[in-house]
């Protein structure tokens, strides 16, 4: 094999890794450690595309690395592998879902395997391996068995929750009611996407415009009883320890925003009688949980309180049916039903028209007695706050369209500043216009005058003494609905109490630990059974309805979500094959915070959330010893398909882009679509639009063959007259442009295109792919593999230039000079600089005459991490028996890089007429003297009369001269 053939080097080398177990971890680390993980994939049936092994590559550089440095390395991959696909394919065949899931993880393995990431694969795990969720059944009851103690800041074990006197003297029921209400995992009803037509519920990405993905069908949203996590216990946690962690600051922002605090105001408005109106002196204890008298809501703007007309609830707030009155009952029936079938984003969309219902009710406005009217609308949810909005128009867009909408009145509040034109404010105070910002209170009775932040305070001050109104933090962070009703999923292990006749008794009972796992039942039909049940009530009896200790129970048919697997799944890497606990203490303290955290910028709110706050709760109960789990997190860019090309005709002529009707290029219709036949031909990739506009248009997808770059531009290479327009889009296989990494790798091996992803930009930059740009890179491999091998040879030679002597100064210096960038490059992850060094350095030793072995040796250390197969070859072929794995990272000395002298330009006239090499540290009159000196330059100031002198030290000499 004297070519470079990886189709030959790299299984050879995957084998060896294999059998040899080279990147086994050790159980604890010695030393400087590094825990290295990638976000595991869900193995769909599709296997890896191109742009999964991007983020894989990076860590892989960062841990091979890291071994060569001394450092002990954790570096595991497993399988997020429970989910919907798998379900829906069991539904289609009635194939169960675990033996589709175990043939994608096989795939997935194989490709990863294919690729040379150093993985532990002894480590390896599959959320759905029923010895792993147990496990995350046992986390489910530490959060069950949790309630968090706001003073502490932390949740404590449900046994230490104090239980009020009142409470305690109710009885054992009343107890365990109030202890329930506390848990972080509790029940509640909540909405679903229920399908009557398909007999089942949906998750929310199978719900298009408010109809199935499959089949077009209604869907509407109906109440179940669901499990909730208590995550908004956590809200103030999550946000303030950002702080501690190593993020990019675009993550934390869209981490804070989605928790969302902010401060303002609870404030109560009593519902419609001058009775409870006129309630002297303070309300006793501000109530704890609003009364049936009182509608409580949140605002940021208390300021406002006087310009509140009316309020809102949610379609589904409880108090609907009390407070619509009989004469509009009908009206509010029928608007709640339209409100079921929208989806919360539908609801809450911001451009749709506002629609609502009165209710027939009033509340008391708390700030000036006035009575204002209840309205129901769907842009209220009932998940948000308390499902219940005071609305000030004046000073709202939402509002102000609202009440524009049902002609509500609008009562201006705020008068703003000196900057807002005379024709607005004088709108804005007719209540015209709306005005969101600050300002100076009017119509506020004794309060006016004051600024917006005064206000503020002293309205909540003053409605807080009668008990109407307190400060209060709010956080735009909901709870966590945590069921599915799936069957491929985590069973819960929860009993539901049945009394003799079978019917829930309200009492739960958590499984014991000792007879965890719950395992999912057998199924013989995955179909919905048509009621919005979840697949695991046909599970059989024998499952289904256990006895314990002469009590019937049922169990829990609702599954955990996918998240669940993922939440914890790095902890379980650290000790995988432990029987006994979910991790070991010891093991964990040794290996945790992770060092490296890398995946999509798609997860850098949902997954990264949930997982914080599972961690979080471990942390509380003693399981791990970090506030943190991922110390460093980058999230690699996205690789877009190929570039595309697009070219246009009019009448039959090519017309540069610059002279194409914007219409034209967007592929807006402007009249009849034409055949292609009906266009003159041209060579084009997929389907144009052919379109009418007068004329008769034609966009023409073009083969890149067709097209060549020319002063910046895409041009015909026919005319290079006719602009082209070049596009670049996300890869899928609706568009046909995704790109599967076992034929890059089958035409030009994983090394290839291991590096080439490195060297497409800087990790986290979104970058087009190119198959040229990927031959470019193997071009680069083969002339490493000639450097050092004799490519005419019919077995494995060295290179003749090989050598053993010594390298001289300028060979040393161009070798610690990469060293040196290399090692620092992969320490900021600037993969494709390190890279682009690694070239240089390929190109001169390519030229030289010789090439030391004290050179190329530790050259190939430099490139292994970043292609391990040929740098292990090359290795293999210097002489060395061993993998170099663990081979010392090379190391560079300063001293060395100091170069003895520089080649610096020289101009006469402010032009280049030449350059000069002169001692390092030549001082200004020495750089003087050495260009008088040359023979280039003398001809230039020959019979000339020098005016001025210009010598900057290391940089320039520059001469004026006059004839």
């Not at 046992?138 to 074990?157: A, C, M, N, V």
């Not at 404010?425 to 119509?443: H, K, P, S, W, Y």
């Not at 409605?463 to 599915?484: C, H, I, P, Q």
Request: proline letters at 6%; a negative charge.
């Amino acid at each position: 094999m004297p070519r470079y053939n990886p189709a030959t080097v790299e299984p050879k080398w995957q084998a060896y890794w294999d059998q040899n177990q080279t990147f086994a971890s050790p159980q604890m680390p010695t030393g400087e450690k590094l825990y290295a993980l990638d976000m595991f994939p869900y193995p769909s049936g599709d296997g890896l595309h191109v742009g999964h092994p991007e983020g894989y590559t990076a860590t892989d550089i960062v841990c091979r690395a890291a071994r060569m440095q001394g450092k002990s390395v954790l570096h595991p991959m497993g399988f997020d592998a429970f989910g919907l696909p798998a379900e829906e394919h069991a539904i289609k065949t009635g194939e169960h879902p675990r033996i589709q899931t175990e043939k994608n993880i096989d795939t997935f393995r194989r490709q990863l395997k294919m690729l040379g990431f150093s993985y532990d694969w002894s480590r390896e795990l599959a959320t759905t391996d029923v010895e792993y969720f147990r496990w995350t059944q046992w986390i489910f009851l530490q959060i069950y068995d949790t309630w968090f103690d706001e003073q502490q800041q932390k949740g404590r074990p449900i046994a230490e929750l104090p239980i009020p006197t009142e409470v305690a003297d109710a009885g054992e029921d009343a107890v365990r009611e109030y202890r329930d209400e506390h848990r972080l995992a509790f029940q509640s009803f909540a909405p679903v996407n229920w399908c009557p037509a398909l007999g089942t519920v949906l998750a929310n990405e199978e719900v298009i415009d408010g109809k199935s993905e499959r089949g077009s069908h209604p869907v509407e949203r109906r109440p179940l009883r669901q499990w909730m996590l208590r995550i908004t216990s956590y809200a103030s946690r999550l946000e303030s320890d950002l702080e501690l962690v190593d993020w990019p600051e675009s993550v934390k922002a869209l981490q804070r925003n989605w928790i969302g605090r902010s401060t303002g105001a609870e404030v109560d408005f009593y519902l419609g009688s001058e009775a409870n109106w006129s309630l002297k002196g303070p309300v006793q204890n501000f109530p704890r949980k609003p009364s049936d008298d009182v509608l409580r809501i949140y605002t940021t703007r208390p300021d406002t309180l006087f310009g509140a007309t009316y309020m809102v609830i949610a379609p589904e707030h409880p108090f609907v049916e009390r407070l619509t009155t009989a004469d509009h009952a009908t009206a509010v029936k029928k608007y709640c039903e339209q409100a079921a079938a929208k989806s919360d984003l539908d609801r809450t969309e911001l451009a749709k028209e506002k629609t609502g219902v009165f209710t027939g009710s009033y509340a008391i406005n708390p700030a000036n007695g006035e009575q204002v009217p209840i309205w129901i609308a769907d842009y209220v949810l009932i998940s948000y706050g308390t499902g219940a909005i005071m609305a000030v128009p004046a000073h709202d867009e939402r509002d102000f369209e609202f009440a524009e909408q049902y002609k509500i009145p609008i009562k201006c509040v705020v008068k703003p500043g000196d900057n807002v034109p005379q024709g607005d404010l004088e709108r804005i105070l007719a209540g015209e216009q709306v005005f969101t910002d600050q300002g100076t209170a009017i119509n506020s009775d004794e309060f006016d005058g004051l600024s917006t932040a005064q206000l503020k305070r002293k309205i909540t001050e003053s409605l807080s003494t009668r008990g109407l109104a307190r400060e209060a933090v709010n956080y735009k962070l909901r709870d966590w609905l945590f069921s599915r009703q799936r069957f491929w999923g985590e069973p819960f292990p929860i009993l539901h109490e049945l009394d003799d006749e079978g019917n829930p008794t309200g009492r739960i009972r958590a499984v014991d630990e000792a007879n965890l796992p719950v395992d999912l039942p057998h199924l013989e039909d995955f179909k919905p059974h048509g009621r919005p049940e979840p697949p695991l009530d046909k599970a059989p009896d024998e499952w289904l309805y256990p006895v314990i200790d002469g009590v019937h129970y049922k169990r829990e048919t609702n599954t955990m979500p996918q998240w669940a697997g993922s939440c914890w799944y790095y902890l379980r890497f650290l000790d995988p094959d432990n029987t006994k606990v979910a991790i070991d203490p010891e093991i964990e303290k040794a290996w945790m915070p992770i060092d490296l955290y890398v995946g999509g910028a798609e997860h850098a709110v949902l997954h990264l959330l949930y997982a914080r706050f599972w961690h979080k709760v471990l942390f509380d109960r003693g399981v791990v010893s970090t506030a943190e789990p991922f110390q460093k997190l980058i999230n690699q860019g996205m690789i877009l398909g190929e570039l595309e090309y697009r070219a246009v005709k009019c009448d039959g002529e090519w017309v540069s882009l610059a002279s194409v009707p914007p219409h034209v290029l967007e592929g807006v219709e402007s009249g009849t679509v034409l055949s292609a036949e009906e266009i003159v031909t041209a060579t084009y990739r997929g389907q144009g639009k052919y379109l009418f506009d007068d004329k008769k248009w034609a966009i023409l997808w073009l083969n890149e063959s067709m097209v060549e770059k020319v002063d910046g531009r895409f041009v015909l290479k026919d005319d290079h007259s006719i602009q082209v327009h070049s596009c670049v889009f996300k890869m899928s296989k609706s568009r046909g442009n995704v790109i599967n990494p076992d034929l890059v790798v089958k035409e030009y091996g994983a090394d290839s295109l291991r590096l080439y992803e490195m060297f497409m930009g800087p990790l986290e930059a979104t970058k087009p792919w190119s198959m040229e740009g990927v031959n470019g890179v193997f071009g680069f491999l083969c002339r490493v593999w000639r450097l050092i091998v004799d490519d005419r040879a019919e077995s494995i030679e060295l290179n003749s230039a090989v050598c053993d002597e010594e390298p001289n100064d300028e060979e040393l210096r161009v070798l610690h000079k990469t060293i040196k960038a290399v090692t620092e490059d992969i320490a900021k992850l600037s993969f494709n600089t390190a890279i682009a060094r690694m070239m240089e350095f390929t190109n001169y030793f390519t030229k030289n005459d010789r090439q030391p072995r004290a050179v190329l040796e530790p050259f190939v250390l430099l490139l292994a991490p970043f292609a391990p197969h040929i740098a292990e070859e090359l290795w293999q072929a210097l002489g060395h028996e061993n993998t170099l794995a663990y081979e010392p990272w090379p190391s560079y000395d300063e001293g060395v890089l100091v170069e003895s002298t520089v080649e610096i330009p020289v101009q006469v006239n402010g032009k280049l007429r030449g350059k000069i090499t002169v001692p390092a540290d030549a001082n200004a009159d020495m750089m003087e003297e050495l260009a008088r000196q040359d023979a280039s330059i003398l001809e230039y100031l020959d019979g000339k009369q020098i005016a001025k002198v210009i010598a900057v030290p290391g940089r320039m000499v520059s001469f004026v001269v006059k004839n």
